[in-house]
């Protein structure tokens, strides 16, 4: 069983909030539904629902050599604008 996808959605859903989160999936599903999407189509659609580039983001967890800080973790610093949740 692959873990991996469910921890870069709950880090997702930590970096742009519960919010924004709840409307990317349903803005995903409704654009993709009976289709077929790409690693970067969810990457511009999350940055787009967002407001801002989350490529760093997704690069990190995707293509990185390891897994990075989870939220919670000490070393975690999430790259949201100041005063943002």
């Not at 870069?8 to 803005?27: H, V």
């Not at 997704?58 to 990185?64: A, R, T, V």
């Amino acid at each position: 069983m692959y873990d991996g996808s469910a921890l870069i959605l709950y880090a997702l859903r930590q970096e742009i909030g519960e919010s924004a989160f709840d409307r990317l999936e349903r803005s995903w599903v409704k654009k993709h539904q009976d289709s077929n999407a790409a690693t970067a189509d969810f990457v511009r659609l999350a940055s787009q629902t967002a407001g801002r580039d989350l490529t760093s983001f997704f690069d990190g967890w995707l293509y990185g050599e390891k897994t990075p800080p989870m939220p919670g973790h000490p070393d975690w610093h999430s790259a949201k604008p100041d005063g943002q949740r």
